[in-house]
């Protein structure tokens, strides 16, 4: 699965799986193995985990009600050279764009305190993901990337029991969803971002914000330019499901929740 591969699966199925949701089955595996990869930056040999198998599945686990999906919920999706502290997704390392290269060297060699580990998975993902941020911030400029970015973000500090960070993430990819919808710019349907808008409002503790935003969502019509027409029924109806379901939960007895509260 290459980036652009993701980003599709992003947009046409992530909602696939809701209907599973309901019937709680026991998590399938997702399977991980090593692989020795050269750093792009420093050339040293690092064994990064890339994935062996995982199934539709992974759309209906609950970090969906954070619109973010395995493997960027899962501890080695965020890659960490042991030597030039190089720290992206996965699927970026061996793609970074190579006029990009000197600033990203340059910048990393401020990064300092990333303590010594064996294994990359051991430093935990929030502090990958901020010298993450720093790469990316050198040639990534779309407010949806930093939207899901900060999401992503929200997600691991949540995980590592650090609430204001998550917060504060949480905090700025809400503000980004506002902006893309205000611009009228973003790469995802202006009905996922209204997804993306009340379900952070939810885990922000402002339910009759999300209330609101995901009733626009309900109201507003699933598209995209590069979608076959296909694609578009799908995306409809699968976000209508989708925003119904959380509706519903939101109002129940079982809002989402973060795993760890
Ligand atoms: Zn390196």
């Known amino acids: 699965m290459d980036r652009r591969e993701f980003l599709a699966l992003g947009l046409a199925i992530p909602f696939a799986g809701t209907a599973l949701a309901s019937v709680k089955p026991r998590r399938p595996p997702t399977t991980w193995f090593p692989k020795e990869f050269d750093c792009p930056i ?6 990064y985990l890339v994935w062996g198998s995982y199934g539709s599945y992974i759309y209906s686990w609950p970090s969906k009600y954070q619109l973010i999906y395995w493997p960027v919920t899962d501890g080695p999706s965020v890659y960490l050279c042991k030597k030039c ?5 996965m699927w970026d390392h061996d793609e970074l764009p190579k006029e990009h290269l000197p600033a990203i060297k340059k910048a990393l060699a401020e990064v300092k305190d990333v303590p ?19 790469v990316y ?26 609430k204001a960070e998550a917060n504060a993430a949480r905090k700025r990819a809400l503000e980004l969803a506002e902006k893309m919808i205000e611009s009228g710019s973003y790469s995802e349907s202006l009905k996922e971002v209204y997804a993306i808008s009340g379900a952070m409002r939810h885990f922000l503790g ?18 995209g330019d590069d979608l076959t027409e296909e694609e578009k029924s799908n995306g409809e109806v699968n976000l209508n499901r ?6 519903n939960r939101v109002n129940g007895a079982d ?4 795993s760890k509260q």
């Not at 911030?137 to 650090?162: A, M, P, T, V």
């Not at 402002?206 to 598209?223: E, P």
């Open 137 to 162: 911030k050198l040639y990534e400029k779309e407010d949806s990337f930093w939207c899901r970015f900060e999401r992503i973000k929200g997600y691991h500090y949540q995980e590592e029991d650090k």
């Open 85 to 89: 502290h190089l720290s992206v997704f």
């Open 42 to 47: 420093c050339k040293t040999e690092n064994t």
């Open 255 to 258: 809002p989402p929740r973060d």
């Open 206 to 223: 402002d339910d009759r914000g999300a209330l609101k935003d995901f009733n626009k969502g309900l109201s507003t019509v699933y598209s």
């Open 116 to 134: 010594k580990f064996k294994e990359y998975t051991e430093v935990p993902m929030s502090r990958r993901l901020e010298i993450a941020e720093k």
């Open 242 to 247: 989708y925003l119904t379901d959380y509706i």
